[in-house]
């Protein structure tokens, strides 16, 4: 009874550690810049910290005024100029939407990191 509860302990402990691992997000590196005027809400859910709902804020805010500058951004509710700073790299008012998502390399160490954590069979 004793190893049977050892097993069934480990098998909880290792399938914990499966469930947190699928649970994080994948680190992503993005690349081009997205027009606050035309964008898709697509688009914009792949600024870093900018989900569902904070793409439709910037949506009807700009049905509204149309931005002139990036840095007016801040005057979307729930966005603060340090928000405005991780940001800025990826935003314009004219031109196309280019940005794109990529997973990032196993090179930045997050991935051989996860390898190395399996335990051995």
Do not use: H
């Not at 603060?80 to 004219?94: A, D, F, H, I």
């Amino acid at each position: 009874m004793g190893r049977t509860m050892a097993l069934v302990v480990a098998g909880l402990i290792l399938g914990a550690g499966g469930v947190a691992e699928a649970g994080k997000k994948k680190a992503v590196k993005l690349s081009g810049v997205v027009n606050l005027n035309t964008a898709t809400a697509k688009q914009l859910d792949l600024l870093p910290g900018v989900g569902e709902k904070t793409a439709k804020q910037i949506i009807a805010y700009r049905e509204k005024t149309p931005f002139k500058r990036p840095e007016e951004l801040v005057k979307v509710k729930g966005f603060g100029k340090k928000r405005y700073e991780k940001l800025k790299p990826y935003l314009s008012v004219t031109g196309a939407s280019t940005l794109t998502a990529r997973e990032a390399s196993a090179e930045g160490g997050e991935k051989v990191q996860a390898r190395a954590a399996q335990p051995k069979r």
